[in-house]
């Protein structure tokens, strides 16, 4: 098969070969870089030569073999079938052409080996005489000097012989001159041929070989990019990245055949060309001619040109390798020690140089003996840089060198904490190994405010809540004494997020849930993390909510994912959601989500996607709810979440329950979680869902129990707030199920009694069990409020268990009419839920598609028809309010109510109210 892009070449030597047979000797030269085809260039004419009956002899020289005196020479005569006695007188002549050398200082010369030289060359015209004949030298740059001269001695004597002699040699980029042009350059015979690198089209054609045309058309501008055009890295790429048998590659894998292939272009090379590669190997992106040449200690103009070799050869592009796989073989040909030390080296070289501090951390965590000044500080810098670029792994490699170097106790304690807090974004399960030593150098005075707030916050984290009640007494006392208004601030944060998050860790340090007014700045001026609990504070015991969403917003708005904002996106995130703003907590949860995402960080992610799982159950959203809970369970594992998962936990428990999927939430409920996770707001969460599920399953004894524990805890902890857990409305709907109205109604009282923090979606809920609890009569108007309360909430899920209750009451009472009508609304709001036992609940035929979509989008186009005062009127139609009741609720008379509806009914074209949509009800509260 013939070389790619060499048929001018092929041409030119069998035309020279012609000459020869002729009886005109001639002298081919093919010359360029290591590895560009010259032997397969060379072969391939000789094979075709042998095909048209020459005779070929041949020799291949090595830099191994080049002090082998007449090896070359020897090779020639002996690649062909001589008869015996000229075999013999071969031998003879070369023996005494060795031993004059060998007893000569000087280049053999005189009477002796002029005997030599003719009687080798009578052999030659031997045997021309019976057939035209081939010699070729391959890389005859190395053959050793005796034999070089015999060549040449040949070479003067073809004039009139049926002799082609054609030899290879390396020749590079810069033009200088072989060793063996002095020789040759000016003789008459002699050809020149110089072939380099494929060009991109001779790659695709290449490739095409064997994948085919289009496979190659694909491939072959990669294949080049890697390669450089070199054939042997070429036909690398191509063997690796072949699949099975009759299976063209999708794309170029530079796997163990490049790798191997690098290395043995290397070999072939002269040793200052594998040095460069290597040191540029070593020094990466960084290196230059000048730093090179410092570093290895070779002149710059000697680096200069084995770069432009190895660029030739196609190894580099400029002073970068062409694919990272080529650098790495070129590494793994260092071993470890010289590894280590030429990292070293670097390391050095570099920072002295004023170098990026995450470029010489790297050649430190090359070279983990070194024992240098500048690494501690390089290394720390560098993680700092690595976690702001979201490069979790490198900066925790960095930090966990860093500790392993510093020998004084604060700065190890220092490393270490910074360690925890990297390591944290990826597995929260490893801050644990970290725990006890923090532990340890905060009770032996080596940790500083910062590291004993990261041990508190991971202890936490952790369920180590006696340890951390320990710690905070500790970072109070230091706040005191510290004198710095920050960091008394911080602690001031610290101890609202207990109050609210871990109300049991101040129990066990005797504080309330308020601190001490140290801190005099206004809102504006804290931190964002002091803003964040400030504002969850104010929802859940002052009842002021409109501020403290304005504040949640700006903190979002503000906030970064790092490991330092835990508490602050957690707080912000849920006064929003407490005070009832779900719509606005999902907008910053899914934009705080996706960058979370973005930045590959699976801690964010899984919290992330619990507070979102925890919105979409307050919207009544169980799909929604469901979706993120998972995420937040598989993200990481459960136990990585320490008492957080806690929420997640409880989410997907009410979530499977409220959709009817029994055995799934049964599954969840076996799942172990940490015994301190019921010291924090998250066992409150926890202890609500777990309580629900007891009422589906119909045990409301052990959901009553579950509800009187919440609320023993929340009564503990001085957090008894109906936003954060309304435990009363859950008793009263077990007592309910128990048949004891007085008891439930007794507990619903109670809760409406309370001075703070109420919610629409607790005043909905409210209402609905007071119904519930009352007389028959007595419930149409509390479950319509109550319906209305719920929509505007934003909780469809209890606004589906409030139309399904006043749907049934409507009923008992014998208004069948409205009845259906409410059903048919209830059915639609508890599919949309995905609550499909609530929507079973239902009787009536409504309990299917309600129409399906294409009827509702009908109704809706209808519905854009009526005005805002027509819409308000039709929606409380809908939800069964009498015409006396509509006048009272929005302050007209009853006449302009009658008036409205004949307008509605004539637009919507139906006969009466009991065939207004369903889904006018969303109206009800516009």
């Given at each position: 098969?013939?070389?790619?892009?060499?048929?001018?070449?092929?041409?030119?030597?069998?035309?020279?070969?012609?000459?020869?047979?002729?009886?005109?000797?001639?002298?081919?030269?093919?010359?360029?870089?290591?590895?560009?085809?010259?032997?397969?260039?060379?072969?391939?004419?000789?094979?075709?030569?042998v095909?048209?009956?020459?005779?070929?002899?041949?020799?291949?020289c090595?830099?191994?073999?080049?002090?082998?005196?007449?090896?070359?020479?020897?090779?020639?005569?002996?690649?062909?079938?001589?008869?015996?006695?000229?075999?013999?007188?071969?031998?003879?002549?070369?023996?005494?052409?060795?031993?004059?050398?060998?007893?000569?200082?000087?280049?053999?010369?005189?009477?002796?080996?002029?005997?030599?030289?003719?009687?080798?060359?009578?052999?030659?015209?031997?045997?021309?005489?019976?057939?035209?004949?081939?010699?070729?030298?391959?890389?005859?740059?190395?053959?050793?000097?005796?034999s070089?001269?015999?060549?040449?001695?040949?070479?003067?004597?073809?004039?009139?012989?049926?002799?082609?002699?054609?030899?290879?040699?390396?020749?590079?980029?810069?033009?200088?001159?072989?060793?063996?042009?002095?020789?040759?350059?000016?003789?008459?015979?002699?050809?020149?041929?110089?072939?380099?690198?494929?060009?991109?089209?001779?790659?695709?054609?290449?490739?095409?070989?064997?994948?085919?045309?289009?496979?190659?058309?694909?491939?072959?501008?990669?294949?080049?990019?890697?390669s450089?055009?070199?054939?042997?890295l070429?036909?690398?790429?191509?063997?690796?990245s072949?699949?099975?048998?009759?299976?063209?590659?999708?794309?170029?894998?530079?796997?163990?055949?490049?790798?191997?292939?690098?290395?043995?272009?290397?070999?072939?090379?002269?040793?200052?060309?594998s040095?460069?590669a290597?040191?540029?190997?070593?020094?990466?992106?960084?290196?230059?001619?000048a730093?090179?040449?410092?570093?290895?200690?070779?002149?710059?103009?000697?680096?200069?040109?084995?770069?432009?070799?190895?660029?030739a050869?196609?190894?580099?592009?400029?002073?970068?390798?062409?694919?990272?796989?080529?650098?790495?073989?070129?590494?793994e040909?260092?071993?470890?020690?010289?590894?280590?030390?030429?990292?070293?080296?670097?390391a050095?070289?570099?920072?002295?140089?004023?170098?990026?501090?995450?470029?010489v951390?790297?050649?430190?965590?090359?070279?983990p003996?070194?024992?240098?000044?500048?690494?501690?500080?390089?290394?720390?810098?560098?993680?700092?840089?690595?976690?702001?670029?979201?490069?979790?792994?490198?900066?925790?490699?960095?930090?966990?060198?860093?500790?392993?170097?510093?020998?004084?106790?604060?700065?190890?304690?220092?490393?270490?904490?910074?360690?925890?807090?990297a390591?944290?974004?990826?597995?929260?399960?490893?801050?644990?190994?970290?725990?006890?030593?923090?532990t340890?150098?905060?009770m032996?005075?080596?940790?500083?405010?910062?590291?004993?707030?990261?041990?508190?916050?991971?202890?936490?984290?952790?369920?180590?809540?006696?340890?951390?009640?320990?710690?905070?007494?500790?970072?109070?006392?230091?706040?005191?004494?510290?004198?710095?208004?920050?960091?008394?601030?911080?602690?001031d944060?610290?101890?609202?997020?207990?109050?609210?998050?871990?109300?049991?860790?101040l129990?066990?340090?005797?504080?309330?849930?308020?601190?001490p007014?140290?801190?005099?700045?206004?809102?504006?001026?804290?931190?964002?993390q002091?803003q964040?609990?400030?504002?969850?504070?104010?929802?859940?015991?002052?009842?002021?909510?409109?501020?403290?969403?304005?504040?949640?917003?700006?903190?979002?708005?503000?906030?970064?994912?790092d490991?330092?904002?835990?508490?602050?996106?957690?707080?912000?995130?849920?006064?929003?959601?407490?005070?009832?703003?779900?719509?606005?907590?999902?907008?910053?949860?899914?934009?705080?989500?996706?960058?979370?995402?973005?930045?590959?960080?699976?801690?964010?992610?899984?919290?992330?996607?619990?507070?979102?799982?925890?919105?979409?159950?307050?919207?009544?959203?169980?799909?929604?709810?469901?979706?993120?809970?998972?995420?937040?369970?598989?993200?990481?594992?459960?136990?990585?979440?320490?008492?957080?998962?806690?929420?997640?936990?409880?989410?997907?428990?009410?979530?499977?329950?409220?959709?009817?999927?029994?055995?799934?939430?049964?599954?969840?409920?076996?799942?172990?979680?940490?015994?301190?996770?019921?010291?924090?707001?998250?066992?409150?969460?926890?202890?609500?869902?777990?309580?629900?599920?007891?009422?589906?399953?119909?045990?409301?004894?052990?959901a009553?129990k579950?509800?009187?524990?919440?609320?023993?805890?929340?009564?503990?902890?001085?957090?008894?707030?109906?936003?954060?857990?309304?435990?009363?409305?859950?008793?009263?709907?077990?007592?309910?199920?128990?048949?004891?109205?007085?008891?439930?109604?007794?507990?619903?009282?109670?809760h409406?009694?309370?001075?703070?923090?109420?919610?629409?979606?607790?005043?909905?809920v409210?209402?609905?069990?007071?119904?519930?609890?009352?007389?028959?009569?007595?419930?149409?108007?509390?479950?319509?409020?109550?319906?209305?309360?719920?929509?505007?909430s934003?909780?469809?899920?209890?606004?589906?268990?409030?139309?399904?209750?006043?749907?049934?009451?409507?009923?008992?009472?014998?208004?069948?009419?409205?009845?259906?009508?409410?059903?048919?609304?209830?059915?639609?709001?508890?599919?949309?839920?995905?609550?499909?036992?609530?929507?079973?609940?239902?009787?009536?035929?409504?309990?299917?598609?309600?129409?399906?979509?294409?009827?509702e989008?009908?109704?809706?186009?209808?519905?854009?028809?009526?005005?805002?005062?027509?819409?308000?009127?039709?929606s409380?139609?809908?939800?069964?309010?009498?015409?006396?009741?509509?006048?009272?609720?929005?302050?007209?008379?009853?006449?302009?109510?009658?008036?409205?509806?004949?307008?509605?009914?004539?637009?919507?074209?139906?006969?009466?109210?009991?065939?207004?949509?369903?889904?006018?009800?969303?109206?009800?509260?516009?």
């Amino acid at each position: 098969m013939s070389p790619i892009e060499r048929e001018n070449e092929l041409a030119r030597l069998t035309d020279l070969l012609s000459e020869s047979m002729q009886g005109r000797g001639r002298v081919a030269m093919i010359t360029g870089p290591t590895a560009t085809g010259k032997t397969e260039l060379m072969h391939a004419f000789s094979e075709q030569a042998v095909d048209s009956g020459v005779t070929w002899l041949s020799a291949t020289c090595s830099r191994a073999e080049q002090n082998l005196s007449l090896g070359t020479v020897s090779q020639i005569f002996h690649s062909a079938a001589l008869p015996p006695d000229s075999a013999a007188h071969v031998a003879r002549l070369l023996e005494n052409a060795a031993s004059h050398a060998e007893h000569s200082e000087s280049q053999p010369e005189g009477l002796e080996w002029l005997h030599v030289t003719q009687g080798l060359w009578s052999v030659i015209l031997d045997l021309s005489r019976t057939n035209p004949l081939l010699i070729t030298v391959d890389d005859v740059n190395y053959a050793d000097s005796l034999s070089w001269r015999l060549v040449v001695h040949f070479v003067n004597r073809l004039k009139t012989a049926n002799v082609l002699i054609v030899m290879t040699a390396t020749e590079w980029p810069e033009g200088a001159e072989l060793p063996v042009d002095a020789d040759l350059m000016h003789h008459p015979h002699c050809h020149r041929f110089k072939v380099a690198s494929l060009s991109p089209d001779g790659v695709t054609r290449l490739l095409a070989r064997d994948l085919g045309e289009s496979a190659a058309e694909e491939l072959g501008p990669s294949c080049y990019e890697i390669s450089g055009g070199n054939p042997l890295l070429a036909g690398a790429l191509l063997e690796d990245s072949q699949g099975a048998a009759g299976q063209e590659p999708v794309k170029l894998v530079a796997g163990n055949t490049f790798s191997r292939s690098v290395r043995s272009l290397l070999h072939r090379c002269d040793p200052v060309m594998s040095r460069v590669a290597r040191g540029l190997a070593v020094l990466g992106h960084n290196a230059s001619t000048a730093l090179l040449s410092e570093f290895l200690g070779v002149q710059p103009g000697v680096v200069e040109q084995a770069l432009n070799r190895l660029g030739a050869i196609g190894v580099l592009d400029r002073t970068l390798f062409r694919h990272p796989a080529a650098r790495s073989a070129v590494l793994e040909e260092l071993d470890p020690g010289e590894r280590e030390e030429a990292h070293g080296r670097a390391a050095a070289l570099l920072h002295a140089q004023g170098v990026a501090a995450a470029v010489v951390a790297g050649h430190l965590l090359g070279a983990p003996g070194l024992r240098a000044s500048f690494a501690p500080a390089v290394l720390h810098e560098a993680a700092g840089q690595a976690l702001a670029d979201d490069q979790h792994e490198f900066a925790i490699q960095c930090l966990k060198l860093a500790a392993e170097l510093n020998v004084d106790g604060p700065r190890r304690t220092l490393a270490r904490a910074r360690l925890a807090r990297a390591e944290w974004q990826l597995n929260p399960a490893a801050v644990a190994r970290h725990i006890g030593p923090l532990t340890e150098a905060t009770m032996n005075g080596e940790a500083g405010p910062n590291e004993m707030y990261t041990l508190f916050r991971f202890q936490l984290w952790d369920g180590r809540l006696d340890e951390a009640a320990e710690v905070f007494e500790r970072l109070v006392k230091g706040a005191d004494e510290a004198g710095h208004e920050d960091f008394a601030v911080q602690v001031d944060a610290a101890h609202h997020w207990l109050s609210h998050s871990y109300p049991s860790v101040l129990l066990r340090t005797g504080r309330n849930a308020a601190p001490p007014p140290r801190a005099k700045r206004a809102i504006h001026g804290l931190s964002l993390q002091a803003q964040a609990v400030t504002a969850m504070s104010a929802v859940l015991r002052e009842d002021t909510s409109v501020d403290a969403v304005k504040t949640a917003e700006r903190v979002l708005q503000s906030v970064t994912l790092d490991d330092s904002h835990l508490e602050t996106v957690e707080s912000a995130l849920l006064a929003l959601v407490y005070s009832d703003r779900t719509d606005r907590a999902v907008l910053w949860c899914d934009v705080l989500y996706h960058e979370a995402t973005e930045r590959r960080s699976p801690t964010w992610r899984a919290l992330l996607a619990a507070f979102r799982s925890c919105i979409a159950i307050r919207q009544g959203d169980l799909m929604t709810a469901e979706e993120y809970a998972g995420i937040a369970l598989t993200v990481l594992p459960p136990r990585s979440l320490g008492v957080v998962v806690a929420l997640p936990l409880a989410v997907m428990l009410r979530a499977t329950t409220e959709m009817g999927k029994y055995d799934a939430a049964t599954r969840y409920l076996r799942m172990p979680l940490p015994d301190t996770a019921f010291q924090t707001r998250f066992g409150l969460h926890y202890l609500d869902a777990r309580a629900r599920y007891y009422l589906a399953a119909d045990h409301p004894l052990a959901a009553l129990k579950d509800f009187v524990t919440c609320g023993r805890l929340a009564r503990e902890w001085d957090l008894d707030v109906p936003m954060l857990t309304p435990w009363r409305q859950g008793a009263a709907a077990a007592l309910l199920q128990m048949g004891e109205p007085g008891q439930a109604l007794q507990y619903v009282e109670q809760h409406s009694s309370l001075s703070s923090g109420h919610s629409l979606r607790t005043k909905g809920v409210s209402l609905r069990l007071r119904a519930a609890a009352s007389d028959l009569r007595q419930r149409p108007s509390l479950l319509r409020e109550s319906v209305e309360v719920l929509q505007t909430s934003g909780d469809h899920l209890e606004m589906a268990y409030a139309l399904v209750d006043l749907a049934r009451t409507l009923e008992e009472l014998g208004e069948s009419s409205r009845a259906q009508m409410i059903e048919h609304r209830a059915a639609t709001v508890a599919r949309s839920c995905g609550a499909e036992p609530l929507r079973s609940k239902l009787t009536g035929v409504s309990t299917g598609d309600a129409g399906g979509n294409g009827a509702e989008e009908a109704d809706r186009g209808f519905i854009s028809a009526l005005s805002d005062a027509e819409q308000r009127v039709a929606s409380l139609a809908a939800l069964g309010y009498t015409n006396r009741e509509i006048a009272r609720k929005i302050f007209i008379t009853v006449s302009t109510v009658e008036q409205h509806l004949t307008r509605i009914y004539r637009k919507l074209n139906v006969t009466g109210r009991k065939d207004l949509p369903s889904h006018l009800t969303q109206k009800a509260v516009c």
